[in-house]
């Protein structure tokens, strides 16, 4: 009698013990389980401020190699020539080396006052129109991209003003939030600018996991496009085709606020031209070369092709950070709300890379990028008015939210959207609108708790 007792009781503890796990196996699906796992077989096991910094886990030692050369040429700080080792900089430029813009490979941040110098972002130009092959016009004497600094013997193109006005606004629940409208301010040109310039202020984003985003398959990426919205849910999805320099065509863009940038190659061949006004083999003139200004020197490329393809192949091959507490119950309450808000239409959980012949690491993935890559009218507020390619002014490219939640940790500050003006996620979300006017309403509906739930969920990314 007592020996069956322990039996039935033994019996209710094995029933309870499996409900507990199925309870457990619903929240831990197979597909969570992979979801934590955020950059697929490249996912790296470091929560630290080095989240962003390490190689792909799983890669040959030769490629290792490459991607420790590009790791040094991406940190160091360039000189003007003639000088002994990293010469280049200049005429003009942003900064100094990729890493002062792209800091701990994550992002940058705006001036936190009048008095600090921009340094972690840079000002796009342009005039009315567009060119032959659709890209961004010239304004002369400028180009398409503002330098604030110049090496001794030569003048920066003008200095950057940025100021701030706040608005309050409140949820319908009461409670309150304060939203900052950037305003941007050419001072000092050089020579004067024409009156019809056109501003688009970009803060640097991260840098890693793009090899994985450059290998997804060009028709994955098309499968989520509906330009006329035929599906009627609000949400259209555009892609870009942008001048591909190397292949003289036009490709989908798949780098940079707008989807402005075809490759990796062509990115880190610009940030040298551009950025710092190193000349190399994509880009052999200086990019002051149709202004006004030279360098007096004979030395262009300026840049080792070898070190150009070390960088590249370093941005390529950076691991995306593992998630952190993604079957939190809050977390996944967040992730549900995320879905049902339609943040998930444009912010696309999952996508699936292709096969890359030359680089078997990126190949075959699925990975949890939370974009689309493609463009979004986000309404009047976050305009810049100036269109890149097919980008018109109010649209901007879904922006991954991989590693979003490790931010602070790695970049000491939590500035959000290409010019850095939201101060918080929720700022982010609050910012939205045009095609995510819905989403934003849907955010701003819920209870408090629910919205933490978003950005909860938003932190564990
Ligand atoms: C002055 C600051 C600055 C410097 C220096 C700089 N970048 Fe950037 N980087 C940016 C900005 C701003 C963007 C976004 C550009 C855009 O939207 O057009 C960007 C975009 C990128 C992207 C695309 C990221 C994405 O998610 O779309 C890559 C890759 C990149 N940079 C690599 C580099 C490399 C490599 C170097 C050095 C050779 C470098 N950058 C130097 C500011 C900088
Ligand atoms: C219509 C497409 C669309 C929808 C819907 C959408 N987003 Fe976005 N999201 C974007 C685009 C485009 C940006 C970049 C805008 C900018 O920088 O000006 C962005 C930026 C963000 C950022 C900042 C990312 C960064 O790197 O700075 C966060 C966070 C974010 N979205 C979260 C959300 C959440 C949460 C929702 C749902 C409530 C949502 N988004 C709905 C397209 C969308």
Redesign the pocket.
């Known amino acids: 009698m007592k020996q069956n007792k322990i039996a039935i009781l033994a019996g209710i503890v094995t029933v309870v013990a499996l409900l507990h796990s199925c309870r457990k196996a619903e929240l831990l699906s197979e597909t969570d389980w992979n979801e934590w796992l955020s950059g697929g077989k490249q996912t790296l096991f470091d929560e630290s401020a080095r989240a962003f910094s390490s190689m792909f886990p799983d890669m040959s030692s030769r490629n290792q190699n490459i991607h420790a050369i590009g790791d040094k040429a ?1 940190s160091a700080t360039h000189v003007s020539a003639p000088a002994p080792i990293n010469p280049g900089l200049g005429p003009i430029f ?2 100094v ?2 890493s ?3 800091i701990a490979d994550g992002r ?1 941040k705006p001036p936190l006052n009048a008095a600090e110098p921009l340094s ?3 000002i ?1 130009l342009s005039i009315p129109g567009a060119g032959v092959h659709g890209e961004p016009l010239s304004v002369p004497g400028f180009g398409t991209q503002l330098q604030q600094r110049a090496i001794a013997g030569t003048v920066k193109e003008a200095d950057v003003l940025i100021t701030y006005t706040e608005h309050n606004y409140s949820f319908p629940d009461g409670a309150t939030y304060t939203l900052r409208t950037p305003v941007y301010q050419l001072n000092n040109p050089y020579i004067p600018l024409p009156s019809n310039v056109l501003l688009s202020p ?4 991260p ?1 890693f996991g ?1 090899g994985l985003l450059e290998a997804i398959d060009e028709s994955e990426i098309l499968s989520f496009a509906d330009e006329n919205d035929a599906n009627g849910d609000g949400i259209s999805g555009k892609p870009n085709y942008v001048w591909d320099v190397l292949s003289n065509s036009l490709k989908l863009g798949r ?4 989807a ?2 075809p490759t ?1 190659l062509q ?2 061949a610009g ?2 031209n551009e ?2 006004g190193i000349t190399n083999y994509v880009f052999p003139k200086e990019s002051s070369y149709e202004q006004i200004q030279f360098d007096h020197h004979d030395d262009d490329p300026e840049l080792a092709d070898s070190v150009l393809r070390a ?1 590249s192949f370093y ?1 390529q091959t950076l691991a995306v950070p593992v998630r952190r507490n993604a079957s939190d119950v809050e977390v996944l309450r967040g992730k549900e709300l995320f879905t049902k808000a339609s943040c998930a239409s444009c912010h696309r959980p999952s996508m699936v890379t292709g096969v890359h012949v030359e680089l078997p690491e990126v190949s075959n993935t699925r990975i949890f990028p939370y974009t689309d890559l493609l463009l979004h009218d986000m309404g009047e507020g976050l305009a810049d008015n100036r269109p890149d390619f097919a980008a018109d002014g109010r649209e901007w490219r879904t922006p991954p939210l991989w590693g979003i939640g490790l931010t602070q940790k790695v970049n000491g500050h939590n500035f959000f959207l290409h010019d850095g003006r939201a101060r918080s996620l929720e700022e982010a979300i609050l910012w939205h609108g045009g095609e995510a006017e819905n989403a934003v309403l849907y955010y701003k509906n819920l209870s408090k708790t629910d919205r933490q739930a978003i950005l909860k969920f938003l932190q564990s990314l």
């Open positions: 991406f942003n900064n080396s990729c002062s813009c792209h940058g972690a972002m840079l796009r970009r803060m640097a984003p840098v793009l780098f940079g606020w707008k402005n940038n990796l990115q880190t940030a040298y950025d710092m960088v941005v």
